[in-house]
């Protein structure tokens, strides 16, 4: 299973998009609000409440 680059969810075999970069990079997305979020609007993924990023920013500031 594949992991979508912006918000850390597996993303279900035959569903999803790929995209790679010149660079050699691949980004994979569940959705195109995902695809979106990161490629058009630059944004980052720990400021949302919706993506795995988010919680994972969140435990790190407690931990401090």
């Known amino acids: 299973?594949?992991?979508?680059?912006?918000?850390?969810?597996?993303?279900?075999r035959g569903t999803g998009k790929i995209l790679v970069l010149?660079?050699?990079?691949?980004?994979?997305?569940?959705?195109n609000k995902c695809e979106k979020n990161l490629i058009k609007l630059k944004r980052k993924p720990t400021f949302f409440k919706w993506t795995g990023a988010y919680e994972k920013g969140l435990k790190k500031e407690i931990e401090k």
């Open 1 to 12: 299973m594949a992991i979508c680059s912006f918000c850390k969810c597996n993303i279900p």
């Open 22 to 31: 010149r660079s050699g990079k691949i980004l994979n997305f569940c959705s």
